[in-house]
């Protein structure tokens, strides 16, 4: 199984931009989708973004679409999260996980996301 690893998060003002990435251990993406997630305090965990590893196709959460980008290199075995024009509905916890059949069955441990008005 795939051991997944987030790093990038941190406290932003309102406008502000955060790099999120998802780093694997154990074994490569290799098929499948890997996705990031997010919890809001006291919010269920919503769906954020997703890649194919296959071929590269994305899909958002219409909350987040032309201001969230995903991206995954395959030399480095990560999945990144561009996030432009943060707003204050943005802080939650964020993690990602890897998808192989009808389900995510691995996550990583989350980074927090703050986002100041």
């Known amino acids: 199984q795939v051991q997944l690893v987030e790093s990038g998060g941190g406290s932003v003002q309102a406008g502000d931009s955060l790099r999120l990435t998802c780093t694997a251990s154990g074994r490569t993406f290799s098929n499948g989708f890997v996705g990031w997630f997010r919890r809001a305090p006291g919010k269920e965990r919503e769906f954020v973004a997703s890649?194919?590893?296959?071929?590269?196709?994305?899909y958002y959460a219409d909350s987040v679409k032309g201001r969230f980008t995903i991206s995954r290199d395959n030399a480095k075995n990560t999945v990144n999260l561009l996030m432009n024009s943060l707003k204050a509905e943005d802080t939650a916890v964020y993690s990602c996980a890897a998808r192989q059949g009808s389900s995510y069955n691995s996550w990583g441990q989350g980074t927090q996301v703050t986002v100041s008005s």
């Open positions: 890649i194919r590893w296959s071929d590269g196709n994305t």
